[in-house]
């Protein structure tokens, strides 16, 4: 029984030597994490507010306040810690080793982010707009930091890491997109009257595209043709199936006109044996 009391005694002694060296210097490390996490929340909204009032993208504005708000309670830790006489040098050296470890494993992730961040900035194409990147066509339907997602004419969704869009060429068309096509016709053909043909053609089809013109004209002086081409514009989620109509539309026309597209010929001269002369 003395043995007990003997240490709740030492407890007792403990706890009364720590409240009389250290109640100051507890109280005011509380009173500076108070005082830092209140000023943390009034700052974040001071921050938001600044940049949604300068159109900065949602979340952008979100993620920058969040990360101010996160840094200025992390100092304010800091310096709680050192008014306690705590060191926080082994602290720091953890948490960067913590840190450079992080971004090695992350390094992806976060150059995804940080591409995001610029493409929701820089705002190069929005959701609904049609973009050509690395290839791949489709229409924008999700914006995120990470990715975006694109659905093309055959209802695929393709998601694209943002790192990937970000110094690489990049097409945008909007809601349209530019159809390239031609054909090649006989050197004796009334070129006037394939151009008007090919042009009929075009006229017949109303979803294609009327602020940008259809171009239809001479491409290419080949072998044995003349290359008529004729580029238009159509709505990306029926690119396929219009060209392949607009095609099969021209060629009925040429057959009702009698406009020949000739197969590839080579002319060849065979010379006598110059000895038996």
Not at 211 to 237: C, H, L, M
């Amino acid at each position: 029984m003395s043995e007990e009391l003997e240490q709740a005694n030492q407890v007792y002694n403990t706890i009364i030597d720590f409240i009389t060296n250290y109640s100051f210097q507890l109280i005011g490390a509380l009173l500076i994490v108070f005082i830092g996490v209140i000023t943390s929340k009034y700052v974040h909204k001071f921050v938001l507010k600044i940049l949604l009032k300068n159109n900065i993208d949602e979340t952008v504005s979100g993620f920058v306040a969040n990360f101010v708000r996160i840094i200025i309670v992390a100092m304010v830790i800091v310096i709680a810690l050192g008014k306690l006489g705590i060191s926080i040098a082994p602290f720091l050296a953890a948490v960067g080793a913590l840190s450079l470890t992080a971004g090695l494993a992350l390094q992806g992730s976060v150059s995804n982010f940080a591409a995001g961040i610029v493409l929701i900035i820089t705002k190069p194409f929005k959701i609904g707009d049609t973009i050509n990147i690395h290839n791949i066509y489709g229409e924008v339907v999700e914006i995120k930091l990470a990715y975006c997602v694109l659905i093309n004419e055959d209802k695929e969704q393709i998601t694209i890491p943002n790192k990937y869009m970000i110094g690489d060429v990049l097409i945008n068309s909007f809601s349209y997109r530019l159809v390239e096509g031609r054909v090649g016709v006989a050197y004796d053909s009334d070129i006037q009257k394939v151009i008007q043909t090919i042009k009929d053609v075009l006229e017949k089809f109303d979803m294609l595209n009327t602020e940008n013109q259809t171009t239809v004209g001479v491409e290419k002086f080949n072998d044995s043709s003349i290359d008529i081409a004729y580029r238009y514009w159509v709505p990306a989620n029926a690119y396929f199936k219009t060209q392949y109509s607009i095609n099969l539309e021209v060629l009925t026309a040429f057959n009702k006109k009698k406009i020949i597209i000739p197969f590839p010929q080579h002319e060849l001269k065979i010379l006598g044996d110059r000895d038996a002369r």
